[in-house]
């Protein structure tokens, strides 16, 4: 199960950069126009730039994908995930399995298509300051005007309007409103939302907010999210044990759910008030294996039609597989050891930045993608994917560096002992080092552990499902569990952001969870005033060109020694199992997950 960088909600925007080369543009420089367009999807994998992605123009619009019509309607189709989902409130997700199965049911304002482009999809516009859907205000804040598509209706029949727009940003702001994934940035500068039952929307930002394209994502039901106290809303909204008794905007609705085996849905009958055509398909199902291994085994059986959420490690596994039926993408998504700053400075005091650099050089990852990986990814030294149009190439050595590793910590004090660990003032140099329960990660764990011995560090490795449980899911005192902190380092998945600002709640000390209400995703405990700043900076522009300069210097900070939480292993790839029976599935590199075109899909 992939950690993802960022929710589909506040802070999970995407910012799409053309491939052509030219000098930095003026702020949306390249933006057109914004028409509704077709639907799309063609399987196409997006393109690894090859120009210096500093150069290329900002494009956010302009998608060129189309749906082939549906040859027919009705029938059924299996998707299979290895990990059953901890909720399908997207606004609670903490993890890829929770995204792709909401992502069935809820629509947004905006939809991301695979070659990184934004469509409309409730609304009928892109907002900017070009095509004058962001009007900056004198008093140093802005409006963005969001024109609904007429007509639409919730899965009750209950009409889609302003108030939904206005009521979800209520229910999000609520004090008692605790565990939200992306927090409340951004949310908190809205002053007021205007038009009520109509279709144009006008928000109201009293200050300017780069990330407000993606913010209300999804739209919630005003009529259903009040009936549930607030409070109560992480288990009683949407509840897993009952999703039928939710209300929904995407093209499918769920009927019944069996935890850890199943969840069935069925078309929403409303849905062709938003997409356009009733969905194609009579039936989805979906399948959770517990294992990635043996979801693999049941392609292999012919058990189910589309399997997700497999990635480069799983590719040796497809043997026997017929390469037509793997679509295989670059993904957005990179492999780190997150280093929980607080738990190793309550053990080891001033030493845990020396100790964190120390691991740092002796992690030998061209061995990790070598070994466990084998040799399907690449290794990088930035968290920001090169297709995204802030991306700068810092450069910099990938090899390991144990030698130096060694000196740091003998000059800090540290000593072998006599069974080989290191130790100082009586305590041994001892990690905890936490993962999932995929078994790659496992493996690379204790290749990790190997490394780390040599250098005098015991690492005791443990995987658990609970890593990505929140805040409210599991005890304080739960072990390996990253949003409560307990953990000295721990692996698992980001998906970099296509929005600058999807890094927000994760890196600005803003985003640290331990104060009530519990909200963001800094689980490093992270307080850096520079790396503060830098995306203060980001938050508080809509000029991109600035915004970009912002973004290099988070990547400056992220490749410099005041980086002490996060060392990123390798890119990693996104593979998807498809039979041929299922047409217009693509993928999705983003946050979006291959659901993102699922009202298009059909069988035949």
Request: proline fraction near 7%; include cysteine; hydrophobic fraction near 40%.
């Amino acid at each position: 199960m992939r950690k993802r960088l960022i929710s589909v909600l506040s802070v999970g925007a995407l910012l799409v950069a053309a491939c052509s080369t030219s000098s930095t543009p003026s702020p949306l420089a390249t933006l057109a126009p914004t028409a509704v367009p077709t639907p799309v999807a063609t399987a196409v994998t997006p393109a690894t730039p090859t120009a210096v992605p500093t150069a290329v123009p900002i494009a956010i619009t302009g998608s060129t994908y189309v749906a082939t019509p549906a040859g027919t309607t009705g029938g059924s189709i299996v998707l299979a995930e290895w990990q059953y989902p901890d909720t399908i409130n997207p606004y609670f997700a903490q993890a890829e399995t929770d995204i792709e199965v909401s992502g069935s049911m809820f629509d947004s304002l905006l939809n991301v298509t695979p070659d990184l482009k934004y469509v409309p999809d409730l609304a009928t516009n892109v907002p900017t300051v070009d095509n004058g859907g962001v009007v900056l205000t004198t008093a140093g804040g802005m409006d963005v005007t969001w024109t609904l598509r007429a007509g639409m209706k919730w899965s009750d029949g209950q009409p889609i309007n302003c108030n939904d727009v206005q009521a979800t940003w209520k229910w999000v702001m609520d004090p008692a409103n605790t565990g939200l994934a992306g927090g409340t940035t951004g949310w908190e500068d809205i002053s007021g939302v205007d038009g009520g039952t109509d279709t144009n929307c006008v928000i109201h930002f009293s200050k300017v907010y780069e990330g407000y394209l993606s913010l209300v994502s999804p739209v919630l039901p005003a009529h259903y999210i009040t009936t549930v106290s607030v409070a109560d809303a992480p288990t009683k909204l949407y509840p897993l044990t009952n999703l039928s008794s939710g209300v929904y905007s995407g093209a499918y609705i769920p009927t019944d759910a069996r935890a850890d085996a199943q969840i069935t849905l069925v078309p929403n009958a409303n849905w062709s008030t938003i997409g356009g055509h009733a969905p194609y398909l009579g039936s989805v199902i979906w399948k959770y294996y517990g294992t990635s291994d043996a979801m693999i085994q049941g392609f292999k059986a012919g058990e189910y039609d589309l399997g997700q959420d497999l990635q480069n490690a799983d590719i040796p596994s497809l043997v026997g597989i017929d390469p037509a039926q793997q679509v295989i993408h670059d993904s957005l998504t990179y492999e780190l050891n997150a280093f929980n700053k607080k738990s190793l400075t309550d053990k080891y005091g001033a030493d845990a930045v020396t100790i964190i650099n120390a691991v740092k050089l002796a992690t030998d990852r061209l061995a990790i993608a070598k070994g466990p990986l084998g040799g399907n990814v690449t290794v990088t030294n930035n968290f920001i994917s090169p297709l995204t149009w802030y991306y700068k190439d810092e450069g910099g050595s990938t090899a390991a560096d144990p030698a130096t590793a060694t000196s740091l910590l003998t000059a800090a004090g540290w000593a072998l002992g006599s069974d080989g660990i290191l130790a100082k003032g009586g305590k041994k140099l001892e990690l905890q080092y936490c993962t999932t329960t995929k078994a790659v990660r496992g493996d690379t764990l204790k290749l990790i552990a190997s490394q780390l011995k040599a250098i005098g560090i015991k690492a005791d490795t443990t995987q658990t499902p609970n890593i990505f449980a929140g805040w409210n899911d599991v005890p304080a005192t739960t072990p390996c569990n990253l949003v409560h902190g307990t953990f000295d380092v721990a692996e698992f998945a980001y998906v970099s952001p296509l929005d600058p600002l999807g890094g927000y709640n994760v890196y600005n000390s803003i985003g640290i969870p331990d104060a009530a209400p519990h909200n963001g995703q800094n689980v490093t405990r992270t307080s850096i005033p520079a790396l503060d700043a830098a995306y203060n900076a980001v938050k508080s522009s809509v000029d991109f060109a600035k915004v970009r300069q912002s973004m290099f210097t988070v990547q400056d900070i992220y490749v410099s020694s005041q980086n002490t939480y996060e060392l990123p292993l390798y890119n990693r790839k996104d593979v998807w199992l498809v039979t041929p029976k299922l047409h217009n599935f693509t993928g999705n590199p983003t946050t979006s997950a291959g659901e993102w075109n699922i009202g298009d899909w059909w069988v035949g």
